[in-house]
C-alpha cells in the first residue's frame, strides 16, 4: 500500500459512494488508475466492503460484555451480531472482552437483547451504556 492507496481510502472514508471520476480529479491521477487500485485492495482484502452511516433508530447503546475466560471470543461475537439491532461487535483489550453497538427503536427492544444476551452461560456481565450523539469522524 502506497500513499495513492492510502489516499483514496481516506476518501472513500469519507464517501464510499463518492464516483471514481471525482476521486481521480482530487488525486489528479485517471478514473482508470483509482478503478484499479480499488479493485486490487479489494482483492487483496485491504477494501472489505462499502457502507453508509446512519442516525440512531431512536435508542443507540453500547454495550459492554465480560465472557469467561475459558471460551471462544470470535464464536460468541458472531452470535452477539445475528441479533437484530446489532449493528457492530468489537473484540477489545480491557475488563469488557467484547463491545456490541445496539441500535433499536425502544428501549424494550434493547432491553430484550440484553437478556438474550445474560442468557448464554458463558457471558459473565453486561454493562450498557446508552449513546446520547454521535460526531462522525472523517476517517
Known amino acids: 500500500m502506497d500513499d495513492l492507496d492510502e489516499h483514496i481510502i481516506e476518501v472513500l472514508k469519507k464517501d ?4 471514481f471520476v471525482e476521486i481521480a480529479e482530487q488525486l489528479q491521477v485517471s478514473e482508470g488508475t483509482i478503478r ?6 479489494m482483492d487483496d482484502g485491504m477494501i472489505k ?5 446512519t442516525s440512531s433508530r431512536n435508542v443507540k447503546a453500547m454495550v459492554e460484555i465480560r465472557i469467561d475466560v475459558n471460551t471462544d471470543t470470535d464464536e460468541i461475537a ?7 439491532g446489532v449493528t457492530e461487535v468489537y ?5 469488557q472482552d467484547i463491545i456490541a453497538i445496539v441500535d433499536v427503536e425502544s428501549s424494550q427492544q434493547l432491553n430484550d437483547i440484553i ?4 442468557r448464554n452461560d458463558n ?3 453486561t454493562r450498557t451504556r446508552l449513546i446520547l450523539k454521535e460526531h462522525f469522524g472523517v476517517g
Do not use: H
Not at 466492503?49 to 452511516?53: A, D, P, Q, V
Not at 473484540?91 to 475488563?95: L, N, P, Q, R
Not at 437478556?115 to 445474560?118: A, G
Open 78 to 84: 458472531k452470535l452477539l451480531s445475528a441479533n437484530q
Open 36 to 41: 484499479s487500485r480499488v479493485r486490487r485492495m
Open 91 to 95: 473484540e477489545v483489550t480491557g475488563d
Open 16 to 19: 464510499s459512494r463518492c464516483p
Open 115 to 118: 437478556e438474550r444476551m445474560r
Open 123 to 125: 457471558i459473565l456481565s
Open 49 to 53: 466492503g462499502f457502507t453508509i452511516k
